[in-house]
């Protein structure tokens, strides 16, 4: 038999071992964040829509947010989705300031127009006029929502999701007055309101490499009693920010800075 030496050997069984971890890592922990390129909100588009995006999503493939329908050979070649005069917007977002004809083509009446997709007609007509005496409530664009007690049956209750969009505004504005205060990010994904994020203490986040910026854009994972309501607060287990991934509430949405949680306590 040929002599190995002994430092080859013990080479040898440390990268079998950490082979082994490798398999066992990717096996058991939930997916990369940075993974995920899907907007669950994003309304269906005729294909060879022109998109009327300014912000870089332009130069994006329409199918990462949209579900693409086929041309439909009576529709006018106007692609863009048809709404009846004088509706109102239920966007709830900045797009409340733009003018409607940036993304939409005025009708007398959704049922009028013989020549649109049957599809956008639906969408429209849901989307511009909501269940009678529903009172949508709007975010808060200044401060976050209240935060509530997690407890160790939270993540019964709370649905996990995922996020992404670009960061508009941090709280508190100058972390370093309060330390153990956690960072709450508004995520704006430029389709659907903006939501308030709780991410981790800025102390944990600057440990992991995971320091978050207005102006960022960011991604990951995060849970909330309803992930549609903008005014909950949710709460983020995975963060991706810059190309760096990190972890910061574990299965039970408990913060992993806290020694308890590494404890599975």
């Not at 529709?75 to 709404?83: L, N």
């Amino acid at each position: 038999m040929k002599y190995i030496p002994h430092s080859v050997a013990e080479w040898v069984m440390a990268l079998g071992i950490a082979f082994s971890l490798g398999i066992f890592f990717v096996a058991v922990v939930e997916d990369n964040p940075w993974q995920d390129h899907s907007y669950g909100d994003a309304p269906p588009i005729t294909l060879g829509t022109p998109a009327p995006h300014t912000d870089g999503k332009e130069k994006m493939t329409c199918s990462t947010c949209h579900a693409i329908l086929p041309p439909d050979p009576n529709q006018s070649k106007d692609f863009r989705i048809p709404i009846a005069v004088g509706a109102p917007s239920p966007h709830g977002d900045e797009r409340d300031q733009q003018p409607c004809s940036n993304c939409h083509r005025y009708v007398n009446s959704l049922q009028q127009d013989v020549g649109g997709s049957g599809v956008a007609q639906a969408v429209t007509a849901a989307m511009a006029m909501p269940p009678q005496g529903e009172v949508k409530k709007k975010p808060s664009l200044r401060f976050p929502p209240k935060a509530k007690p997690l407890d160790k049956e939270a993540h019964e209750i709370f649905t996990f999701f995922r996020f992404q969009g670009k960061v508009t505004r941090i709280f508190p504005k100058n972390p370093k007055l309060d330390p153990q205060a956690n960072i709450v990010a508004l995520v704006d994904n430029g389709i659907t309101q903006p939501m308030w994020v709780d991410l981790a203490p800025n102390w944990f986040l600057k440990s992991e490499g995971c320091r978050v910026f207005k102006g960022m854009f960011i991604k990951g994972q995060a849970a909330a009693e309803d992930p549609k309501d903008r005014t909950e607060l949710a709460y983020a287990t995975t963060l991706g920010v810059n190309g760096k991934s990190c972890f910061l509430r574990n299965s039970h949405l408990r913060g992993l800075w806290d020694p308890m949680a590494m404890m599975g306590k």
